[in-house]
């Protein structure tokens, strides 16, 4: 008889437990299959359990067979340089003319010099074979095919294939036509550069007429005697047609063609005189001659609003036109802007306060800055035409300079002529009081009390006047052009007893530029005396021959070189080196017209376009420096004469810190005023002030001409006045700007450095004085002021009571 088990849920749970606990325990740990499978998979699988067994899954993407790259390519947008090529903004007119070769010197000239400045563009349109390089007027453009029909259709294309994009408005005009390039250019402001323009003169108003010309097409083209301006939109589609109209060219009458092929490409089937509202009239002087007519022609409206006049067929006419309406714009632009004054002033109405609308006379001039106290205040000097007073506190009466002179007279002049023009009655006999002052916001303040006698009152009268002369009016300078790309050629002049200063200046030299690839090149100058040998082993300047050739070698990848020049000096020259010059601010003194033999000899290698700093053995410079010397050297327009900073020799003084890379400072040395042995310029520059001092400093050319060089210097000058390559350009009277400016970047001392290395105990030093009061100024400082005083302080406190000289 069975026996009944009744379980419950607990039971279930424990029985669960049981097994899931015995299945574990008896289930293998590793897995591994048997089959026939790929090896790259079979690879990746064992891969994989190596992984999972170590702990860390690292998971392996399959990139075979697929894509690497997207199937789009995203395409970089390059955006245009300049906002008004991406905004599509272009200039507003262009002038071409059409002329001959023997009118590009004369009457196209006249053209260029009345117009040129006052558009956009200009050019002249001649024969090819005409073309040729003595023209003084470069903005020509010549066309192989020399019939004159097709003349126009070149001059088209030309257009159409160079500058089309670039301008709204094109002028074609011949040689015979004036242009009164600002009415044109206000005009075209007030045009839509969106319809296609076709505006000029009738030909039915010109007299000379081409047989091929009916007279019901008179009215249809414009003449280009008087200009034609066509919109950058009708060229677009006259240059899609110019083999149709180059085909049906078969007037000799340029106006004609030209209409013919508007009217075929845009289909404009007349010529306009008058477009949305702007008239852009011409004026035919025909009958009349200017240089005896003009005061007829003068006094007529349509003249007087011309933009265009012809015929003119003299150059003193085009220069009559055009000084006649720049005079006219002038008159116009002086009433505008005294309307525009009398506004400004009169724009409140009354009902507020000039200082509230900021509105005060001058115009557009700022007012002063109130003083913060009254050592701000800015005072008011008084003055004359030849003096000034109270000048400072310590100076009663001073000179004025001749720049100030010239400035007073010339404000005065201004002043009388103003009182006379507002009050015709009045004679000016003299100044009462005058006064100046500066202010760096408003410029320079006159206020004048003059003597006037009224004529018709026959009294003395005081009238006063307030002049200013803005500084806020600014003046675009033109400035030539510089780049800090420009390959400078160093000169490095050597004597016999600066060898050891040479070579550290040229590991400085491989340092600084041919390792870092700068575009330069150096090329040593050595002096030899004259009973010095000059080759094999002897050579005194063998090492440095041999460390040039080294690193010409390492760098002539990079362009980088290292020459040398050899120059033999006579035997008056060939004296000892002084030990004691080394203490002097120049290196190269007492030779330091040796300079003028080394360059003169070094440019023959050079060549006549380089840019060239002339240097010194005991100088250091960074980079920065040779770009400074880039960007303040200017062909035919200013030399560089750096002011370096002297170092002190602080390791043998001991009362400062020696730091070559750290930045300038009091304590470290100053800046040498004295020194000149740094200069740089162009080559044709130097060439062409040593010409016009060639009979005061004789050009060498080769060794022999030292000797008269020293000569005729030694004749001409007890107390030279040229005693530098700086001194050269200044008293060539050439025009050459000699800038002088401090460089922190250009360090000098190297010398003394080495020199004081040798002296420990100080006996060379001790014995080199400063004999001449001439001479102080050139000797360097081995310390400040300061510093010395604090050194002379602490040995009187040590010694006591004794006497120091």
Not at 141 to 148: I, L
Not at 155 to 172: G, I, P, R
Request: hydrophobic content about 35%; some cysteine.
């Amino acid at each position: 008889m069975g026996k009944n088990i009744n379980l419950n849920r607990n039971h279930y749970l424990v029985l669960g437990l049981l097994c899931g606990f015995l299945f574990s325990f008896y289930s293998p740990q590793e897995t591994t299959e048997f089959g026939a499978e790929c090896p790259d998979v079979t690879e990746s699988s064992e891969n994989a359990f190596v992984l999972l067994r170590d702990g860390e899954f690292e998971p392996q993407l399959n990139l075979e067979q697929k894509p690497m790259m997207a199937k789009k390519v995203v395409k970089n947008i390059i955006r245009p340089r300049y906002y008004y090529s991406e905004l599509g903004i272009r200039e507003k007119l262009f002038v071409g003319v059409l002329t001959t070769s023997e009118n590009v010197e004369t009457i196209a000239t006249a053209i260029n010099r009345t117009a040129a400045h006052l558009v956009d563009k200009i050019k002249f349109f001649i024969h090819a074979d005409n073309v040729k390089s003595s023209f003084n007027l470069k903005n020509i453009v010549g066309f192989t095919d020399t019939r004159e029909h097709l003349r126009p259709f070149h001059m088209l294309k030309y257009l159409a294939d160079n500058y089309l994009d670039e301008y709204d408005f094109f002028l074609l005009l011949t040689d015979t036509t004036y242009v009164n390039a600002r009415m044109v250019r206000r005009q075209l402001q007030h045009l839509s550069v969106t319809l296609d323009v076709y505006i000029g003169t009738n030909i039915g108003y010109v007299t000379d007429q081409d047989e091929n010309i009916n007279e019901s097409n008179q009215n249809q083209y414009c003449d280009l005697n008087a200009g034609i301006i066509l919109s950058s939109g009708l060229i677009r589609k006259v240059r899609a047609n110019l083999d149709w109209c180059v085909r049906n060219a078969v007037s000799n009458y340029h106006s004609v063609n030209i209409g013919k092929c508007v009217k075929y490409s845009a289909k404009i089937k007349t010529c306009h005189q008058s477009w949305q509202g702007v008239d852009i009239t011409s004026y035919n002087i025909a009958g009349y001659k200017i240089y005896r007519d003009f005061h007829l022609i003068a006094e007529q409206e349509a003249f007087n609003k011309a933009a265009m006049v012809y015929p003119i067929t003299s150059m003193d006419d085009f220069y009559l036109l055009h000084a006649y309406y720049s005079r006219v714009h002038l008159k116009q632009n002086t009433i505008v802007k005294r309307l525009l004054q009398n506004d400004a002033m009169q724009l409140s109405n009354r009902t507020l306060s000039n200082d509230i609308l900021e509105v005060r006379w001058p115009l557009g001039v700022p007012k002063s800055n109130p003083p913060e106290s009254r050592h701000d205040v800015v005072p008011w000097v008084t003055l004359n035409t030849t003096h000034s007073f109270m000048w400072q506190s310590e100076v009663n009466v001073k000179r004025l300079s001749a720049i100030d002179e010239e400035d007073i007279r010339n404000v005065l002049n201004k002043t009388i002529l103003h009182a006379i023009r507002t009050h015709p009655d009045a004679e000016f006999r003299g100044i009462h009081t005058a006064y100046k002052r500066f202010d760096t916001v408003r410029g320079m303040d006159y206020r004048l009390l003059l003597n006037f006698y009224d004529r018709k009152r026959r009294t003395m009268v005081q009238k006063s006047f307030e002049v200013i002369k803005p500084i806020s009016l600014i003046e675009i300078i033109p400035s030539p052009y510089v780049t800090e790309s420009t390959r400078v050629a160093l000169l490095l002049p050597v004597f016999e007893s600066q060898i050891l200063e040479a070579e550290q200046f040229m590991e400085l030299y491989e340092k600084t530029c041919m390792e870092s690839q700068d575009n330069t090149f150096l090329m040593l100058i050595f002096f030899y005396r004259a009973e010095t040998p000059s080759k094999g082993d002897q050579d005194v300047f063998l090492p440095l021959k041999n460390i040039a050739l080294a690193l010409t070698e390492k760098h002539k990848q990079d362009g980088s070189r290292v020459a040398w020049v050899s120059i033999r000096l006579p035997i008056d020259e060939s004296i000892t080196f002084n030990n004691s010059n080394r203490y002097s601010s120049s290196l190269n003194v007492p030779q330091t017209l040796m300079n003028f033999v080394a360059v003169d000899l070094a440019l023959r290698k050079i060549g006549l376009e380089s840019l060239v700093i002339v240097c010194t053995n005991s100088a250091s410079f960074r980079p920065d420096f040779l770009n400074r010397v880039r960007m303040n050297t200017i062909q035919g327009f200013q030399i560089f004469s750096p002011i370096g900073f002297m170092m002190y020799p602080c390791e043998w003084t001991g009362l400062c810190k020696l730091c070559e890379n750290c930045d300038v400072g009091q304590s470290s040395g100053y800046f040498d005023h004295d020194n000149y042995d740094v200069v740089s310029f162009y080559s044709n520059d130097y060439v062409l002030a040593r010409k016009k001092l060639e009979a005061l400093l004789p050009i060498v050319r080769n060794d022999k001409d030292i000797l008269n060089f020293i000569s005729t210097i030694s004749s001409h000058y007890s107390n030279p006045t040229i005693s530098n390559i700086a001194d050269l350009f200044t008293q060539s009277n050439n025009k050459m700007h000699v800038l002088r400016a401090i460089e922190p970047n250009l360090r000098f001392g190297r010398s003394v450095i080495n020199s004081l290395s040798k002296d420990h105990s100080g006996k060379q030093i001790s014995e080199f004085r400063c004999s001449k009061q001439k001479e102080k100024n050139k000797c360097i400082k081995v310390a400040s002021k300061k510093q010395i005083g604090e050194v002379f302080v602490q040995y009187s406190k040590q010694f006591g009571s004794h006497e120091f000289v």
